[in-house]
Nanobody, 115 residues
Framework: QVQLVESGGGLVQPGGSLRLSCAAS????????MGWYCQAPGKQRELVAT???????NYADSVKGRFTISRDNAKRTVYLQMNSLKPEDTAVYYC?????????WGQGTQVTVSS
């Protein structure tokens, strides 16, 4: 069983920054891809960014140049640095960690961008 613990969400003004963290524990082995997804009210969950075990990254067009994903393999932790936040970034952000055999989701952390 895999457990994911997310932290770092909150309320921030437009133009501000937040850093999300997600730590994996439990029966984790051979993690391949770690990533972040978001779901705004009334919308489907969508990709924000992913990073592979060798550091290759992929970003949604809407966050390119503003968000940076990174991972610490030794700590089994993935981070999302969010800069220049916009009101449209408001959503619940979910961590996803997977291997070739399993996939796990975090409980979600709320990010609200508002003045």
């Amino acid at each position: 069983q895999v457990q994911l613990v997310e932290s770092g969400g909150g309320l921030v003004q437009p133009g501000g920054s937040l850093r999300l963290s997600c730590a994996a524990s439990g029966s984790v082995s051979s993690i391949t891809v770690m990533g972040w997804y978001c779901q705004a009210p009334g919308k489907q969950r969508e990709l924000v960014a992913t990073v592979t075990s060798v550091g290759s990254t992929n970003y949604a067009d809407s966050v390119k140049g503003r968000f940076t994903i990174s991972r610490d393999n030794a700590k089994r932790t993935v981070y999302l640095q969010m800069n220049s936040l916009k009101p449209e970034d408001t959503a619940v952000y979910y961590c996803n960690v997977r291997s070739i055999l399993w996939s796990a989701w975090g409980q979600g952390t709320q990010v609200t961008v508002s003045s």
